[in-house]
C-alpha cells in the first residue's frame, strides 16, 4: 500500500519548498502551465459535507452544490492559503462563480478566467488557445515572480504524459484482475493536488504493489460509471461491497480527463503541444461538443470495460452534464443495457434513498 497525503499536506509540503499555490476550479485546465511555475494546483471541486451556514446568503438555491460548498469554503477561510485562483470557464456558473468571487466576496488575490474556443474551425480553436495561454503566462509570471521557461513546459508536459502512462496500466490491471478498491480511487483524485512528479510516485509504487499481490482474478462484475464528481466517494464502497469493479470511468473528475491520444511532439514548442493536448480533451459537455461524439466515445469505454450496467452519477443543478443525461440513457437502453441515473449534493454519505437505489440496480445486473 502507498501513503497518500492529505490536501493539507501537501499543500504545507508544497509551501515549506517555497511553492505557492492556485485555486483551479473545475473542470479542464492544464495543470501543467501552473506547475512548471512551480505553482501548485490544488482544485477545487466543493468539499463534500459543507453545511450552507455563510453560502446562502449570496447564492440561489437552486445553483449546482459545487458553487454553494465553494462558496461556503471560501467564507469560512478555507481558501486563505491560497495565493491566486484560475477559473477555466467550462460553465457559466463557474463564470458567475468568478465574478461573485472578484465583485461581491471581496477576494482579493490575483485571479484569471480562462476561456476555451467555441468554435468548430480547428485553426480558430488553435489560434485562440495560443493566445489565452500566453495571457495565463504572463498572469503566472507576474504571481510567481519567475519568468516562463519552455524546458520547463516541456518537462511538466512529460511528466504528465508519464501520469496517463501509469493510470492507463493502472487500468489494465484493473481489467486483468477485477481489482476494486476505494484506495485506489483516492489515490487517482491525490493528483488533484500533488505536483505531478510527487504523483507519478505514488502510482507507480502502487502499481508495483498491485502487481506483487495479484495471484488470481476476482470473480467480481463490471460496470461502467460516467458523471461529474465521485462524491460522496461512498458509491466506490458501495460497488466494490457488492462484488462489482469499474475498469473503465468518465466521471469528469477522473477518466474523461485521461487524454490518451496525445503524443508530445519534439517539432514543435512546448506550447504548442500544450494547444494540441487541450484539443485533444476527451468529449464533456462542457464544451457543447456534439452529444453524438460523446455516446460513441462511451460506448467504446463501456465495451472495453466488459460492463453489466452503465451508472450515470451528476450532481444536482448541473446544467453540462444533465442536458446529456436522457441521451445517455437512451443510447444505452437501446443497447439493452441497464442504466441508474442518480444525482447527489456533495453530501459525505450517500442519502438512504440514493444509497438503496445504487444497491438494487446493482442487484438486478
Ligand atoms: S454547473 Fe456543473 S460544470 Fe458547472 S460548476 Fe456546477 S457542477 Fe460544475
Given at each position: 500500500?502507498v501513503?497518500i ?6 499543500i504545507q509540503?508544497a509551501?515549506?519548498?517555497?511553492a505557492?499555490?492556485c485555486a483551479?476550479f473545475?473542470?479542464?485546465f ?8 512551480n505553482i501548485l494546483p ?7 459535507g459543507q453545511?450552507y ?5 449570496h ?7 459545487i458553487i454553494k ?13 491560497v495565493d491566486c485562483?484560475?477559473?477555466p470557464?467550462?460553465c457559466?456558473?463557474i463564470q ?10 471581496h477576494w482579493?488575490k490575483p ?6 474556443p ?5 485553426e480558430?480553436?488553435?489560434?485562440f488557445l495560443?493566445d489565452?495561454?500566453g495571457?495565463?503566462i504572463n498572469?503566472l509570471?507576474r504571481?510567481s515572480?519567475?519568468p516562463f521557461e ?10 504528465f504524459?508519464e501520469?496517463?502512462?501509469l ?5 489494465d490491471?484493473k481489467?486483468?484482475t477485477?481489482?476494486?478498491s476505494v484506495?485506489y480511487?483516492k489515490?487517482i483524485r ?5 505536483f ?5 510516485k505514488?502510482l507507480?509504487?502502487?502499481l508495483d ?9 476476482d470473480?467480481k462484475?463490471a ?9 460522496p466517494m ?6 466494490e461491497k457488492?462484488g462489482?469493479y469499474?475498469v ?5 473528475a477522473l ?7 496525445f ?5 514543435i ?5 500544450l494547444?494540441?493536448k487541450?484539443l485533444?480533451?476527451?468529449?464533456c459537455?462542457?464544451f457543447s461538443?456534439?452529444?453524438?461524439d460523446r455516446?460513441k466515445?462511451l460506448?467504446e469505454?463501456?465495451q472495453?470495460?466488459?460492463a ?6 451528476t ?7 444533465l442536458?446529456d443525461?436522457p441521451?445517455?440513457e437512451?443510447?444505452f437502453?437501446?443497447?439493452g ?7 447527489t449534493n456533495?453530501e ?7 444509497r ?7 442487484e438486478?445486473v
Open positions: 500500500m501513503a497525503p492529505s490536501r493539507a499536506q501537501s509540503d509551501k515549506s519548498k517555497g505557492k499555490i483551479l473545475p473542470v479542464h492544464p495543470r501543467e502551465l501552473i506547475e512548471c511555475f490544488v482544485e477545487v471541486w466543493g468539499p463534500p453545511e451556514n455563510l453560502a446562502s446568503k447564492v440561489q438555491p437552486y445553483i449546482c452544490p460548498n465553494v462558496v461556503e469554503f471560501y467564507l469560512s477561510g478555507g481558501m486563505d492559503v485562483a484560475v477559473f470557464h467550462t457559466d456558473s458567475g462563480l468568478a465574478t461573485l468571487f472578484t465583485d461581491m466576496l482579493d485571479t484569471f478566467v480562462f476561456f476555451y467555441r468554435t468548430s474551425t480547428s480558430l480553436k488553435q489560434q495560443a489565452e495561454i495571457k495565463v498572469f509570471e504571481v515572480g519567475q519552455q524546458g520547463a513546459l516541456e518537462s511538466k508536459i512529460k511528466a504524459e501520469n496517463i502512462h493510470r492507463k496500466q493502472l487500468i490491471h481489467k486483468a477485477g481489482f476494486e484506495e480511487w489515490l491525490a493528483g488533484e493536488y500533488m505531478v512528479e510527487e504523483h507519478n505514488l507507480a509504487a502502487y504493489y498491485l502487481k506483487k499481490n495479484a495471484d488470481k482474478r470473480q462484475r460496470v461502467f460509471i460516467t458523471g461529474y464528481v465521485p462524491e461512498e458509491v466506490f464502497e458501495i460497488i457488492r462489482f469499474i473503465e470511468d468518465d466521471y469528469a477518466g474523461r480527463r485521461l487524454v490518451r491520444s503524443k508530445y511532439n519534439a517539432d514548442s512546448p506550447i504548442e503541444n494547444v494540441r487541450c485533444s480533451f476527451n468529449p459537455p462542457m461538443q456534439n452529444v453524438n455516446l466515445y460506448t469505454l463501456f472495453y470495460s466488459d453489466k450496467g452503465v451508472i450515470i452519477h450532481v444536482k443543478f448541473c446544467e453540462p452534464e442536458f443525461v441521451f445517455i437512451k443510447h437502453k437501446a443497447m443495457v441497464p442504466v441508474l441515473f442518480i444525482d456533495l459525505k454519505k450517500l442519502l438512504p434513498r440514493d438503496n437505489r445504487l444497491e438494487a440496480f446493482l438486478s
